[in-house]
């Protein structure tokens, strides 16, 4: 019967463990299942770029262990073990290559995104990491060690790109950072803003190639040469890869599941599929895909009271985004997409103060950098809600 059916939720990052605690608070006695196809440590993802300014080891960053969290959570913990599908119509998910199946009265994709890996060519793709998780950041930190690294090619210049190129500098590494747009953070920042960043981080030593493409990372006699498509090359000793992130959808798409730009919900964090239900990274949220932290922590307070019997809308409030640069620390509002009105800048070496306002004078967005993020409080409390 469906009262005693378990809540299962796919996935322990900050969303699936997140939410745990949440529904916790408010039930605790419904059986709660938790899979994932990692190890289960509970981390602090955002932490993951700051390895080197903190001088963190992969179990310094690990916090608790996935029979740690079980207990605390009153829960079942399994690890190492992928969801390859789900029947909506029978409430069963296939667990592992086996024919196990487990019943669910409720489940949660808490999938979280996957990083977008760019079309490169050649014969050093070995050297080439992405660090999208603990187990990522363990692989990464001991390629490191293992090839006396000491200098470091960056693929992308966005959030990732230059959180991990200043914590690069901050250990002492050389630094080459590629992107094809033209300045530091090119999604997320005007363009001043993000001149203001790229400026301060080459004061540090960092080095920057706005407008070409990575196109080959082939070995050499030491390390790896990494070729552009304006005929540059940049010889390093390992390649990071930061090209940005993808919400996982395939296990919702290939279980009828809709999905878009992520899997789509409501409010509610419903998916299409009855008693199934969506969010962190790997969800759209009544249109909106927000790969932060704050959003998802939103989500999880709501859904923890709808699991528990109460159905409770997810509402966003104004959410600014911190970038973990220290060479020179940014404070981001974006408008939302399509809004209407212009930028004004207040520009003082690197601290810049970029207000985003539409005809009337309604603050819509803001980009805060160096001292200029003193401002963030004064302006966060003008914006209006992402989701109201
Ligand atoms: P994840 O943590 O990715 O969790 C996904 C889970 O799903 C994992 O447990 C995985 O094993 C599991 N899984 C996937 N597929 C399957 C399957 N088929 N079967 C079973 N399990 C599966 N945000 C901020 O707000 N501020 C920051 O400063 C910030 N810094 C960041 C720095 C870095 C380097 C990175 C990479 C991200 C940063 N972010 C930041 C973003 C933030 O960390 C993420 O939004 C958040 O951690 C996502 O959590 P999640 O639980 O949705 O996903």
Redesign the pocket.
């Known amino acids: 019967d469906t009262v005693h059916a378990p809540v299962v939720i796919?996935?322990?990052?900050?969303?699936?463990y997140g939410l745990a605690r949440e529904f916790r608070k408010h039930d605790q006695d419904t059986p709660l299942i938790l899979?994932?196809?990692?190890d289960g440590r509970s981390y602090s993802?955002?932490m993951?770029?700051t390895g080197f300014t903190k001088d963190m080891s992969t179990d310094d960053l690990a916090q608790m262990d996935a029979g740690s969290m079980g207990r605390m959570l009153k829960a079942s913990v399994w690890t190492m073990?992928?969801?390859?599908a789900i029947d909506t119509e029978h409430q069963l998910i296939k667990v592992g290559d086996t024919d196990t199946a487990v019943h669910y009265g409720k489940l949660v994709l808490?999938?979280?995104?996957d990083v977008i890996r760019p079309p490169i060519a050649g014969d050093g793709l070995d050297r080439v990491y992405s660090?999208?998780?603990l187990l990522d950041y363990d692989d990464f930190r001991t390629a490191m060690k293992k090839n006396d690294v000491k200098k470091v090619c960056l693929i992308g210049g966005g959030?990732?790109g230059c959180?991990?190129t200043n914590d690069l500098i901050n250990g002492g590494f050389q630094t080459e950072t590629v992107d094809p747009l033209g300045y530091c953070l090119p999604t997320l920042l005007p363009e001043p803003a993000g001149k203001a960043v790229q400026a301060a981080l080459e004061e540090k030593g960092a080095r920057f190639h706005f407008g070409p493409l990575v196109t080959e990372v082939n070995k050499a006699a030491v390390g790896v040469e990494v070729s552009l498509n304006n005929g540059e090359t940049i010889v390093a000793d390992l390649v990071v890869s930061a090209v940005g992130?993808r919400p996982?959808v395939d296990?919702a798409q290939a279980s009828g599941i809709k999905t878009n730009r992520g899997v789509v919900t409501n409010r509610l964090l419903e998916t299409s599929a009855p008693n199934v239900y969506a969010?962190?990274?790997?969800a759209e949220v009544d249109g909106h895909v927000l790969?932060?932290?704050?959003p998802?922590m939103a989500q999880a307070r709501a859904l923890g009271k709808t699991l528990a019997g109460e159905p409770t809308e997810v509402s966003y409030p104004a959410m600014p985004?911190?970038?973990?640069v220290p060479a020179c620390p940014v404070t981001v509002a974006p408008p939302a997409e399509g809004a209407q009105g212009e930028w004004s800048f207040e520009i003082d070496g690197h601290n810049v103060k970029a207000e985003f306002r539409d005809s009337g004078g309604a603050l819509l967005g803001f980009a805060l950098t160096g001292e200029a993020t003193r401002h963030k409080m004064t302006l966060q409390k003008e914006l209006p809600a992402i989701m109201a």
């Open positions: 796919l996935g322990t990052g900050l969303a699936g899979i994932t196809s990692d993802k955002p993951l770029s073990t992928k969801v390859g808490a999938l979280g995104a660090i999208n998780d959030l990732i959180e991990y992130v996982r296990l969010m962190g990274d790997c790969v932060y932290v704050a998802l985004v911190t970038i973990k």
